[in-house]
């Protein structure tokens, strides 16, 4: 009731609140280029000290309403240098700006309300404009565009399948049972990463859901729509947001309008893509197969051989060029009142296997729109539909529906292609044609979704020296997601077992959020001092409701759940409720000293005790010295300390508080039985607390330096522990453990050479991350859900070992025998401008160390099909035990991730057009071009168990990775 009592307060401040009329006058101009002349659009001009503020057009223009003279009006663009000039009137004011080689002036957020320039920044928080996400080459999904990108960022693809499925992790692992994947925020809204399984698992035999090579939401999303994203790797800089913010925040800006000339945009997109890496066939000879197969095997051999030779399955499966289309449509301009940016999108992506795909259709509507001086208004809207089919690769226990198991064991002088009747024959070495399940199988998904932000801003005061303001935003986000899994009757492991399957998902989930914020911005000590404080409340519920039909014993030819004998039905519903208070001071003394304390007070119906706050505190200092007197330049132009401390929090899942019952049917009569897994109501969420540490420097005028230490304690992690007998349950989940994360980040921007015809900028992203677990309350165990036990090798939780760590039993002992966390990774990008008509750009990833389990390898060692197995390495390996020391890989791998050349058509061209075009771009580019590792599988970045927990580095017949190449068309009108 509190809740929303606070809530009706701060809206009927909004709403009560009288419009407070000032004069005013106008000052408009252009904004140019100051080494080349040329006009700068999406230039930000603010009235110092107030909200008020414009955008400068694609030609430079700008024109902006100014409430009180004298004025300072601020003039700022991301890579330009920041410029103020004093007004005394209604003037026209031209402004040429100069390049910077730091990116110091851009402004980051550091509070709900509220944001900061980067130069006076005490966090390292990363950031990705929309041309580094985009600007090279065509992605599918924004999670798979930030590879290399962002320093503390480890980023691994749990599935190459259209439509993507990524597990991003911030400064390490966060948690072993709960969430890894970080909170993303889009214009205001807490939206939607889930990973909806489709229940193939029912059907394959796949041990749980994550199984299911299902992708996370994100991939809604289009990240052409994006205008910037910003990264809270750590506690400190994500301790604002509390108990979501454990895994770190993603906080993302989508394209809005600007004053001036409405513009109209125009991209098409043309690639395909194909395999990374395939590999092979095993080399065979009559004798080989005799030697791993017996005489009798041979006659099939050589029939197979001389009528025309051996089938290359692989190929066959894998080997298909899918086209890519992605087509966008953009509309975006408004006055000094009303911006608006609309657009439109669609994509189309066919995978590498046959009948697999990935489609979205996106629109987007954003409008901002200043009422009077004291109200302005934002709204952004997103209507997505997308689908997928992703077909069936990864686990299974004899399902005969995932391709890698049954290309393990399949022999490629069997003929498992239909006959004239179209009837499939069975294969006679595994429990599934592949081909029958690439042609007759069905796995796909679709999605409709809807994401509405809103925005009001109430200026209440502006004296010049204090400035008050109320903001209130919030939005929605609805996800209405659609499974549908059909395995025909016919299939070879369904005769005599299931019959066929159907399982049908229905799945709605409803997000929405509201924040309000009341922000002071007071000028001290005549202006030396500049001081903001804010404090408000936030909400946040979430409810889904899930249901699963699954039907069996079909009737042939049938696609219908009611046309099955055996039908079950699962739903599951949920509603997570959070309340939270939050304040923070932001003190700023000339640029030269920048300190912030912040504390957060959260609530959560996922607790224990759903009324008891947990606090989450921040605290930072930023030290400009070269703004100090003592200061002279030489090598370093520029130099910054800080230090920053914070803590986050990340609740249990839903059930950990409570035990749940179990319907039951005794003698035809329902009823319930008490759940085996005991609730704790004494669960408390886990808590990460972070201190920070690093230095920005600028040197010789080109270079720009940013080193940051981290070390995050993640304490009284979940963890599930079995129970004696004795108490009627099985196993409970409570705070058993800690955990610490230790890294390194470097990040290095260079301008070698900047000139008229020619233009170089180069960036370095360099870090590591060190994990132990230091608290262990009960015995070490391996990890359920991450790996397939000591014999084959899994993710082992150990006191004093690293979280990460595979192990497996060597002389009966557990042992280490692996770490999936890399030595270090780097990203290397580079950016040419040539005669100001060509752009050429390339990134490298690095990444060096690192191990991975390939069990694909064990299904082929044991069908005989491993492509190596007639070398003396595949001979001494068939030859050892089969343990789990002798599946683990390093994973390291050098990718020349993204690549492209640009040609601007120049103005003498676009004459022919008259002034219906403005630009003209072409180009070429390509992603995953290349990589050079030791690893033998399809791709070293690997996960079989999706996106969530502990999963990456432990393969069992991925659907393999591709690479892309694109020709691109953009026209502007």
Do not use: C
Not at 691 to 702: P, T, Y
């Amino acid at each position: 009731m509190k809740q929303k009592s606070l809530g009706k307060t701060f809206l009927w401040l909004f709403l009560a609140l009288p419009i407070l009329g000032f004069s005013q006058g106008t000052v408009s101009g252009n904004i140019t280029d100051s080494n080349y002349g040329d006009p700068l659009a999406g230039v930000n001009v603010v009235v110092k000290g107030t909200s008020q503020g414009a955008i400068s057009d694609f030609d430079g223009n700008y024109s902006i309403s100014v409430a009180n003279f004298p004025a300072t009006l601020v003039f700022s663009s991301l890579g330009y240098e920041t410029k103020e000039v004093t007004v005394e009137g209604p003037t026209t004011l031209n402004v040429s700006l100069g390049e910077s080689a730091t990116g110091l002036d851009e402004v980051v957020v550091t509070g709900l309300g509220t944001s900061i320039k980067r130069s006076n920044l005490a966090n390292a928080v990363a950031t990705v404009s929309n041309e580094e996400l985009v600007g090279t080459t065509a992605q599918t999904t924004l999670d798979g565009a930030l590879y290399g990108k962002l320093t503390g960022v480890n980023i691994t693809s749990s599935s190459g399948a259209p439509g993507g499925g990524f597990a991003l992790r911030l400064r390490g692992i966060s948690s072993i049972n709960g969430n890894n994947q970080p909170l993303y925020i889009v214009d205001g809204v807490y939206v939607n990463n889930a990973e909806i399984p489709s229940g193939l698992r029912f059907a394959s035999g796949a041990n749980r859901g994550n199984e299911e090579n299902s992708a996370n939401r994100i991939a809604d999303l289009d990240p052409n729509d994006i205008q910037n994203i910003e990264v809270l790797k750590g506690a400190s800089a994500a301790a604002i947001y509390g108990t979501r913010a454990n895994a770190g925040v993603v906080i993302i800006t989508t394209k809005r309008g600007s004053q001036g000339k409405t513009e109209v945009k125009f991209s098409q997109d043309t690639g395909f893509n194909t395999i990374i890496n395939k590999l092979g066939l095993r080399p065979w000879t009559a004798q080989s197969v005799e030697d791993t197969f017996g005489a009798a095997e041979v006659d099939l051999y050589n029939q197979a051989i001389a009528s025309g030779g051996l089938f290359d399955y692989e190929d066959i499966i894998y080997g298909e060029t899918g086209l890519i289309t992605d087509t966008r449509i953009s509309a975006s301009g408004g006055d000094e009142k009303t911006k608006f940016y609309v657009g439109a999108s669609y994509r189309d992506e066919e995978g590498i296997i046959k009948n697999t795909g990935f489609n979205r259709f996106s629109l987007r509507a954003n409008v901002d729109h200043t009422i009077s001086n004291t109200f302005s208004f934002s709204a952004s809207s997103n209507y997505v539909r997308s689908s997928s089919s992703r077909s069936f690769t990864g686990n299974e226990n004899e399902g005969g529906l995932s391709y890698g198991y049954t290309l393990a064991f399949t022999r490629p002088w069997i003929n498992l292609f239909p006959d004239d009747t179209g009837a499939y024959p069975d294969n006679p070495n595994y429990s599934g044609n592949p081909i029958f399940v690439r042609d007759q199988a069905v796995n796909e998904d679709k999605n409709n979704r809807f994401i509405q932000g809103i925005k009001l801003t109430t200026n209440l005061l502006n004296t010049g020296d204090d400035a008050v303001k109320l903001i209130f935003n919030g939005g929605a986000d609805f996800l209405a997601n659609e499974t549908f899994v059909y395995v025909p009757e016919t299939h070879q492991a369904q005769r005599g077992n299931q019959n066929g399957f159907i399982g049908v998902g229905k799945n709605n989930f409803t997000n929405f959020n509201y924040q309000g914020i009341a922000v002071w911005n007071r000028n001290a000590m005549g202006g030396d001092l500049a001081l903001t404080s804010q404090a408000g409340i936030s909400y946040l519920e979430q409810q889904a409701d899930l249901i699963f039909n699954q039907s069996t014993q079909l009737i042939p030819g049938q696609t219908n759940l009611s046309q099955g004998s055996a039908q079950a039905i699962t739903q599951t519903t949920s509603t997570v409720k959070e309340f939270g208070y939050f304040a923070q001071v932001e003190g700023n003394y000339q640029d030269q000293l920048i300190g912030t304390v912040g504390y957060r007070f959260d609530k959560s119906t996922l607790n224990g005790d759903p009324n008891k706050f947990y606090g989450f505190p921040k605290a930072s200092l930023a030290v400009n010295l070269h703004n100090f007197d003592f200061w002279s330049d030489g090598v370093f132009q520029r130099l910054k300390i800080r230090a920053a401390y914070g803590e986050t929090g990340s609740s249990g899942a839903f059930g950990s508080a409570f035990t749940g019952l179990n319907q039951v049917s005794v003698g035809g009569i329902g009823g319930s039985s008490i759940s085996a897994l005991k609730g704790d109501p004494d669960i408390e969420p886990e808590t990460s607390s972070e201190f920070e540490v690093g230095f920005d420097a600028g040197l010789f005028n080109k270079v720009n330096l940013e080193v940051s230490y981290y070390n995050r304690v993640v304490s009284d992690l979940l963890l599930s522990r079995v129970l004696p007998t004795s108490t009627g349950f099985g196993s409970e989940t409570t705070n058993l453990a800690d955990l610490k994360n230790e890294g390194v980040e470097v990040g290095i921007t260079v301008n070698p050479v900047q000139n008229e015809n020619f233009f170089w900028s180069s960036n370095i992203n360099w870090w590591f991350n060190r994990s132990e677990i230091t608290r262990l309350d009960v015995p070490a165990f391996p990890q359920p859900g991450a790996g397939f036990g000591l014999g084959l090798g899994t993710f082992y939780i150990e006191e004093g070992q690293p979280v990460t760590q595979l192990a497996g039993n060597v002389d009966g002992v557990p042992t280490q025998i692996g770490n999936v966390e890399p030595d270090f990774q780097m990203g290397f990008f580079n950016n040419f401008t040539i005669a100001k008509q060509f752009d050429v750009s390339f990134l490298l990833q690095w990444k060096k160390g690192g191990d991975n389990l390939n069990l694909s390898r064990l299904l082929t060692d044991l069908g005989g099909t491993t492509p190596d197995l007639d070398t003396p390495e595949g001979i001494a390996r068939n030859a050892s035990p089969i343990a789990a020391v002798r599946f683990v890989e390093p994973a390291g791998y050098l990718r020349l991730r993204e690549a492209a050349v640009y040609y601007r058509l120049p103005s003498s061209a676009l004459a022919f057009f008259g002034d219906a075009v403005t630009g003209i771009k072409l180009g070429v580019s390509g992603r995953n071009i290349f990589t050079i590792t030791d690893y033998s599988s399809y791709d070293p970045e690997t996960s079989t168990n999706g996106g969530a927990g502990l999963s990456s580095g432990i393969e069992v017949t991925p659907f393999p990775s591709t690479k892309q190449f694109y020709f691109h068309l953009n026209v502007n009108f």
